[in-house]
């Protein structure tokens, strides 16, 4: 079934991948879907989500195995602040005690293997567009705002950690202006304080908001999709 919006995380060492949430046939679902990266077959995955989500940001934390779904909207599409966590081995979701500081959708999350954090990258408020860098501890649950802001709003961008450079690509999105093609290269320091954003040299061939990016662990590429 055709499906959009929904928290996508890669299980590193794994070739499966897991889709969460999204929509679907005409309405806002709560769905896990497990998928084979090797074969592209989906298969659904455990209960599902407490709620139907859709434009959540999901990452993957090899440090506890398990993934978080940040936000989304719920199926009359009011953003959400819940944080749901997903025990990659079975399925089974918990919801996080901590939440978000305000309902957020269609953010960018990545694991920082460095700091063994995740980033929670701009995204939708209900009042708007932010440029907030949420910082999410996995072991020890706390969530925090990062000291660097990007330079300006944006949502629904392309986000990846780069194993060479340990820095974190955001790659186009919508800003406030609308479709942007310009790359951030950010450096979270230690996760939670220091570091620096800059704006790439390089840009998109196009404007584009909404694709995936993944690193390639053989060539260290950068795939956006």
Do not use: C
């Not at 299980?11 to 969460?20: D, K, R, V």
């Not at 077959?41 to 934390?61: C, E, F, I, M, V």
């Not at 780069?162 to 230690?190: A, H, K, M, P, W």
Request: charged letters at 10%; proline letters at 5%.
């Amino acid at each position: 079934t055709a499906r959009d919006g929904f928290g996508f995380a890669v299980l590193s060492n794994t070739n499966t991948a897991l889709m969460l949430g999204g929509y679907a046939t005409s309405a806002v679902t709560s769905q896990i879907l497990r998928l084979d990266l090797g074969s592209g077959s989906a298969t659904a995955y455990g209960a599902g989500l407490p709620s139907a989500r859709y434009g959540g940001t999901a990452a993957y934390a090899p440090s506890n195995g398990k993934v978080y779904l940040f936000g989304g909207q719920n199926s009359s599409f009011a953003p959400q602040s819940t944080i749901y966590a997903v025990d990659a081995a079975t399925g089974a979701v918990s919801t996080h005690p901590v939440s978000l500081p305000a309902a957020l959708a269609w953010s960018s999350a990545v694991f920082h293997a460095p700091s063994g954090r995740i980033a929670v990258i701009g995204g939708e408020l209900s009042t708007g567009l932010t440029n907030t860098i949420h910082s999410f501890d996995p072991i020890g649950g706390a969530l925090a705002a990062h000291t660097l802001a990007l330079p300006e709003t944006r949502s629904q961008g392309a986000a990846a950690v780069s194993s060479v450079t340990g820095r974190v690509y955001l790659f186009g999105g919508r800003s406030s202006l609308g479709t942007v093609n310009s790359i951030y290269e950010i450096d979270l320091g230690d996760g939670l304080t220091g570091g620096s954003v800059v704006t790439a040299a390089a840009i998109l061939p196009n404007p584009n908001y909404g694709a995936s990016a993944v690193e390639d662990p053989l060539s260290k590429l950068i795939y956006i999709v």
